[in-house]
């Protein structure tokens, strides 16, 4: 599987924004639709938001719709999280995914997906 790097992740106050960004070595993931998730301890990797192989389709969960944007750069290799209006509650471990199921709010990794990163810290607070 992909083996892919987050980065981006930091400490920024209620209100705030960060981008994270989502990349791979020595592959190129322009045939991959990549999935953005997040996990806090003691709780289940949660989904966030996907974009499709073309760029053209995303997908948002509910509370981070408005909010958040997801994007691609081809010419970068590197699939992008742009988090406005930031809150405690998103304060979590962001992790990117290849081909993640996605319908509507619905999002998810494949079964068995495997090939997670280390992530990369997002902390909201005064």
């Known amino acids: 599987q992909v083996q892919l790097v987050e980065s981006g992740g930091a400490l920024v106050q209620p209100g705030g924004s960060l981008r994270l960004s989502c990349t791979a070595s020595?592959?190129?993931?322009?045939?991959?639709?990549i999935g953005w998730f997040r996990q806090v301890p003691g709780e289940d990797r949660a989904g966030v938001s996907c974009?499709?192989?073309?760029?053209?389709?995303?997908h948002y969960e509910g509370s981070v719709k408005g909010r958040f944007t997801i994007s691609r750069d081809k010419a970068k290799n590197t699939v992008y999280l742009e988090m406005n209006g930031l809150q405690p509650r998103d304060t979590a471990v962001y992790y990117c995914?290849?081909?993640?199921?996605?319908?509507?709010?619905?999002?998810?990794?494949?079964?068995?997906?495997?090939?997670w990163g280390h992530g990369t810290q997002v902390t909201v607070s005064s």
């Open positions: 995914a290849t081909k993640p199921i996605c319908m509507g709010t619905i999002i998810r990794p494949q079964p068995g997906y495997n090939a």
């Open positions: 020595g592959v190129t993931l322009d045939y991959y639709a």
């Open positions: 974009i499709d192989d073309s760029g053209r389709k995303t």
